[in-house]
C-alpha cells in the first residue's frame, strides 16, 4: 500500500518544537509500542496517558485533528475508534476491528522510520545535511524515496543476477560433454559477447581436426564477414593449424580467397581475409622449428627441425659417379640455374622458374610445389574449354598430362584423399572429358604410393616407364630404400623438366648396381617379368590345397548365365561412358598391371574431377548438409542412403570433386543399353526372384527416399538424368547441386514438384501396390521425423553461409525461413504422413517434371 506524503508535510512534523529529545518510534501494533504511544481512545476518560504529551508522529499525524487516538473524516468526527491491539469479543465469535484511519496511521509510521537514518552507520550524511535537516538524537531527515528511481534499481539487480545466472549455465553447457562441434560453432555465430566468442574459440583447440575441418566454411565466412570480435575469437586457431599443417594452409587460403571475393574490389583489398590469405601464402606460418634465414654450416645447430641436403643428395640412388638420372640431376642443376623454356615444352609455367630461383636460397617452401601442380591442373582445365569437340578435348588432355608426368614424382598430393600420399605418375591415356555443354571438367586418376606424412616422409624416386622394364630386379625396388630424404624433392614437382629423349633416364649400370635391402619373405627375381607376374607364379606353387565346393561352382555358373552386365560401346560424343562404366577394381588391376609403380606394395589409385569456370561454393554447402543429414539419420537409426562426395573449392570458379565410383548417368544408360530402367536392373542383376536383383531393389528404394527427401528440403533443381547416377549396386546418386534453396534454372522456378520421381522409378519399385513402394513412403516419413528433431544442426550451417554472401542460392531474403518451414516443426506426426503421402502424389503425377525432361533432350540431348 502506497501513501502519498509529501515532504513540506514531513519536515514540518520534524522541525516541530513539540518533538522530545527522548523520542522513539514504534510500529503501533508491536508489543513494544504499547508503553510509548498514545493508543488509549479518547472514550475512556480515566485513561492516564490521555493528554500526555506522546512521541509518536502519529499523535501529531497531518491527518489527525487531535493528539488522542480519535480519527476525522471528511464528513466530520465519526467517533472514536478502538486501537490496532484491542481486540472485541462476542459470545461465540472472535471479532477484529481495525479502523482505515488508524491503519493509514500505522502505515506512515512505518514509512516514517524508513525515511530516518542513523548517523552512527553512516557519519558522513549529518556532515553533508543542512542545519535544518539534522534531528534529534543523531538522526538526519533525508528527503522522500523516488519509488521509480527503487524500481529500476531493483529491474537492473534482477537483471544482473539473471545474467550471472545465465553465464554460469552457459559455462556449465560449455565444459559438459554434450558441447560438441556443431554447438560451439552456433554459440559463436548468435553470441554478441566478445567474452564468449573469446571462450569458445580457445574451445576450439579441444575438439578433432576432423570435426573442426568439416565446419572450416563456416569458420572462415564469419572471419571474413563478421565483426573484430569474431575474428579476433578465430584467427588464433587458424593460425596454429596452419604451422601445424601444409594442407591446411592450403585448403584455408583456398576458402579465404573464395569467400572474399564477394568483397567490393576496393574492400577486399584490405580485408581481414584477404591479408590472412596473404600471409598463409608468403609461407612465413611455418613450423616454429623451422627458420627461414638457414645457415647451410651451422643450421643444424641452430634448428634441429630443418634438414639440410648435401650437394650429392641430389645425385641417382646408386653409386653417385655413374650416370644420373635426369630427375634427379636437372634437379641438382637447378639449383644454380633457373628453368630454361625449350622448343620441345614449350608450356613450362614462368611459376617453375621463380620456385627454381626461391630454391637456390637454401631452404625449401612447404606449399609451392602443390600450388603449381593444382595451377597446372586448372590451366589445363582452362585451355580445354576452348576447343569446339569432346575428341578435340579429349586429345589435348592426353597430351597435356603426358608433360605433367615428366615433372612427376613429388612432393604434391590430392587434397580429396583421406590418407597422406605423394602423386608419381598419372596415366594419360586413362583422362577422359566429362559431359558439360559450355565448360570442360575432366577425370583423371592418379598413381600414388602411400606414406607416413607427404611432408615429410621421403619422396619416391622416379622409375621410367619403359626402361626400368629391361632392367635386372628392377621391380623389387621398395619406396623404403628407394626414396630420397625429406627435403630433397621438396619442389622437385617444378624444377623437373620435359624430355626429348626418354632412353637416358635410368642407366643400365646404374639399375645393375643397385644395393637393395629387400624385407624378409620378399623374393627377388632374376627375370624381366613383373613382380604381379612372380607373385601369382608362387602362388601356384604353395602346397596347401584349395577346395571348392560344388554347390558354389553351381550357384556362381548359374548367376553368370542369368545375366551379364551391360557393356558401354565408345561414343565420341560421351568419352567418359566406357570409362564410368569399368567396374573400379578392374580399372586398378589394369592400371596397376601398366604402370612402373605397381610393383610397390603401397601403390593405391585415386580419382578426382578438376572443374574450372564453375562456383563450387555451393557445391560445399550441399555437402556439408548431405553430410549432416547422413549422420543424423545414422544416429536415429533410419536405414536411408546417399553418397556425400567430397568438394574442394580452390577459388570462386574453381575446384575438385571426388568421383562417385562405379557409377553412371541416368541418360548414359538409357542411352547404351536402349533399356527401360527396370529392365536395365533386370540385365544387371537378374531375374525378380534372385538376391541380388532383390538387394539392388532395396538399395534403390533406400537411396532413392534419401534424395526424395534432400531435394524437398534444399529444393534441388535441374534434375536431369544427367545429374543423377546409378551405381552398381543399384543406390542413385543425385549430383550437381548448382540450383539449390532460392536459386533455379534461369530462375525461372519451372520444376515445381517436391522432387523427382517418375513413373520409371516406381516400376524398379515394384509398382504403386507394391511392398517396396510403401517401404519407400514409410522411409520418406521417418526421414522427416528424425531430421527436424535436428533441424538446428542443419539450419545453422546454411545460415551462417549466408552472411556476407553473394550465391544464387541466397537469392531474397526468406530462404532461411522457407527452410525452417519445409521441417515442418509444427505438424504432428499424423499430419506429417498425410503430407507425404500428397508429396509423393503430387511428385509422381508432376507434368514440369515431364516437360523439363523433354526440354533437355531437345536442347542438349540428354534421354
Given at each position: ?91 461465540m465469535e472472535l471479532d477484529l476491528v481495525i479502523d482505515p484511519e ?661 516400376d524398379v519399385m515394384g509398382g504403386l501396390d507394391g511392398d517396396m513402394f510403401n517401404y ?88
Amino acid at each position: 500500500m502506497e501513501v502519498a506524503i509529501s515532504p513540506a508535510q514531513i519536515e514540518t512534523l520534524h522541525l516541530s518544537p513539540s518533538l522530545s529529545s527522548t523520542s522513539t518510534f514504534s510500529c503501533p501494533s508491536s508489543p513494544g509500542s504499547s508503553s510509548s504511544s498514545s493508543s488509549c481512545s479518547d472514550c475512556s476518560s480515566d485513561c492516564p496517558n490521555q493528554h500526555q504529551s506522546s512521541s509518536s508522529p502519529r499523535s501529531s499525524s497531518p491527518r489527525s485533528s487531535s493528539p488522542s487516538g480519535c480519527s476525522s473524516g471528511s464528513d466530520g468526527m465519526r467517533g472514536c475508534s478502538p486501537p490496532l491491539d484491542i481486540i472485541s469479543e462476542d459470545a461465540m465469535e472472535l471479532d477484529l476491528v481495525i479502523d482505515p484511519e488508524v491503519a493509514l496511521k500505522a502505515c506512515q509510521e512505518v514509512l516514517q522510520n524508513v525515511k530516518l537514518l542513523k548517523v552512527e552507520e553512516q557519519p558522513e550524511l549529518l556532515e553533508k545535511c543542512s542545519p535544518q535537516r539534522r534531528l534529534p538524537n543523531g538522526t538526519v531527515y533525508l528527503e522522500p524515496f523516488d519509488t521509480g528511481s527503487i524500481k529500476e534499481e531493483e529491474e537492473q539487480r534482477m537483471k544482473r543476477r539473471k545474467k550471472t545466472a545465465k553465464q554460469s549455465l552457459l559455462l556449465r553447457l560449455f565444459e559438459s560433454k554434450l558441447f560438441d562441434v556443431s554447438m560451439a560453432i552456433s554459440y559463436l555465430y548468435k553470441s554478441k559477447e566478445p567474452g564468449v566468442q573469446a571462450y569458445i574459440g580457445n574451445r576450439l583447440f579441444s575438439f578433432s581436426d576432423d570435426d573442426v575441418d568439416f565446419h572450416l566454411p563456416q569458420l572462415l565466412n564469419m572471419y571474413v564477414h563478421m565483426d573484430e570480435d569474431m575474428g579476433d575469437a578465430i584467427r588464433p586457431y587458424v593460425v596454429h593449424r596452419c604451422r601445424q599443417s601444409i594442407a591446411f594452409s592450403l585448403q584455408t587460403a583456398w576458402l579465404l580467397g573464395a569467400y572474399s571475393s564477394d568483397m567490393h574490389i576496393s574492400t577486399q583489398r584490405h580485408s581481414r581475409g584477404t591479408k590472412l590469405r596473404k600471409l598463409i601464402l608468403s609461407d612465413e606460418l611455418k613450423p616454429h622449428s623451422a627458420s627461414k634465414d638457414v645457415d647451410p654450416a651451422g643450421a643444424a645447430a641452430a634448428s634441429p627441425g630443418l634438414q639440410i641436403i648435401p650437394a650429392d643428395a641430389y645425385l641417382s640412388p646408386s653409386k653417385r659417379t655413374h650416370q644420373r638420372s635426369k630427375s634427379d640431376a636437372t634437379h641438382c642443376t637447378s639449383l644454380a640455374t633457373s628453368l630454361k623454356r625449350t622448343a620441345s615444352n614449350p608450356k613450362v609455367e614462368r611459376g617453375y622458374d621463380e620456385v627454381s630461383a626461391l630454391t637456390s636460397l637454401g631452404y625449401p617452401l612447404r606449399l609451392t610445389p602443390q600450388r603449381e601442380f593444382i595451377k597446372s591442373l586448372m590451366g589445363i582445365g582452362k585451355r580445354l574449354a576452348t576447343l569446339p569437340t569432346k575428341e578435340q578435348k579429349t586429345k589435348q588432355l592426353t597430351s597435356e598430362l603426358l608433360v605433367l608426368n615428366h615433372k612427376l614424382p613429388a612432393r604434391v598430393w590430392l587434397p580429396t584423399a583421406a590418407f597422406d600420399h605423394h602423386v608419381v605418375r598419372v596415366p594419360h591415356t586413362q583422362a577422359v572429358v566429362l559431359n558439360s555443354k559450355d565448360k570442360a571438367p575432366y577425370i583423371i586418376y592418379v598413381e600414388v604410393l602411400e606414406c607416413g606424412s607427404f611432408e615429410t616422409s621421403a619422396i619416391p624416386v622416379r622409375i621410367h616407364e619403359t626402361r626400368i622394364r629391361s632392367a635386372r630386379s628392377a621391380d623389387n625396388l621398395l619406396p623404403e630404400c628407394v626414396g630420397i630424404t625429406a627435403e630433397q624433392r621438396a619442389v622437385s614437382f617444378s624444377t623437373v623438366p620435359n624430355y626429348d629423349n626418354d632412353d637416358e633416364a635410368w642407366a643400365v649400370d646404374d639399375i645393375g648396381e643397385l644395393q637393395v635391402e629387400l624385407p624378409e619373405g620378399h623374393t627377388s627375381s632374376s627375370d624381366n617379368i613383373s613382380q604381379f607376374s612372380v607373385d601369382s607364379i608362387t602362388s601356384t606353387e604353395s602346397k596347401e590345397p584349395i577346395f571348392i565346393a560344388a554347390g558354389d561352382i553351381r550357384r556362381r555358373l548359374s548367376e553368370n548365365l542369368a545375366h551379364t552386365p551391360t557393356t558401354f560401346r565408345k561414343d565420341p560424343e560421351d568419352p567418359s561412358a566406357v570409362a564410368l562404366k569399368e567396374p573400379w577394381q578392374e580399372k586398378v588391376r589394369r592400371i596397376r598391371e601398366g604402370s612402373p609403380y605397381g610393383h610397390l606394395p603401397n601403390w593405391r589409385l585415386l580419382s578426382v574431377i578438376v572443374k574450372c569456370g564453375d562456383d563450387l561454393r555451393q557445391e560445399l554447402l550441399a555437402f556439408q548438409v548431405l553430410s549432416q543429414l547422413q549422420s543424423i539419420w545414422e544416429q536415429e537409426r533410419v536405414p536411408l542412403w546417399i553418397k556425400p562426395y567430397k568438394i574442394l573449392v580452390m577459388s570462386s570458379d574453381s575446384g575438385m570433386i571426388e568421383p562417385v565410383l562405379n557409377a553412371v548417368s541416368l541418360h548414359q544408360v538409357r542411352k547404351q543399353s536402349q533399356l527401360s530402367l527396370l529392365d536395365y536392373f533386370l540385365q544387371e542383376h537378374g531375374s525378380y526372384t534372385t538376391e541380388a536383383f532383390l538387394t539392388a531393389q532395396r538399395n534403390f528404394v533406400e537411396s532413392c527416399a534419401g534424395y526424395s527427401l534432400i531435394c524437398y528440403l534444399l529444393q534441388v533443381k535441374d534434375r536431369h538424368n544427367g545429374n543423377i547416377l546409378l551405381d552398381s549396386e543399384g543406390h542413385i546418386i543425385h549430383i550437381d547441386f548448382g540450383f539449390i534453396l532460392s536459386s533455379s534454372p534461369r530462375n525461372l522456378g519451372f520444376e515445381t514438384s517436391a522432387f523427382k520421381l517418375t513413373s520409371e522409378f516406381v516400376d524398379v519399385m515394384g509398382g504403386l501396390d507394391g511392398d517396396m513402394f510403401n517401404y519407400y513412403k514409410v522411409l520418406m516419413l521417418q526421414g522427416l521425423i528424425a531430421a527436424r528433431k535436428h533441424m538446428e544442426k542443419v539450419v545453422q550451417i546454411v545460415e551462417i553461409m549466408q552472411q556476407g554472401s553473394h550465391l544464387p542460392c541466397f537469392h531474397g531474403s526468406s530462404t532461411i525461413r522457407y527452410l525452417k518451414e519445409r521441417f515442418h516443426m509444427s505438424l504432428t506426426e499424423e499430419q506429417l504422413q498425410v503430407l507425404v503421402e500428397q508429396m509423393v502424389d503430387g511428385s509422381m503425377r508432376s507434368i514440369t517434371t515431364k516437360l523439363y525432361d523433354g526440354f533437355q533432350y531437345f536442347t542438349n540431348g540428354i534421354m
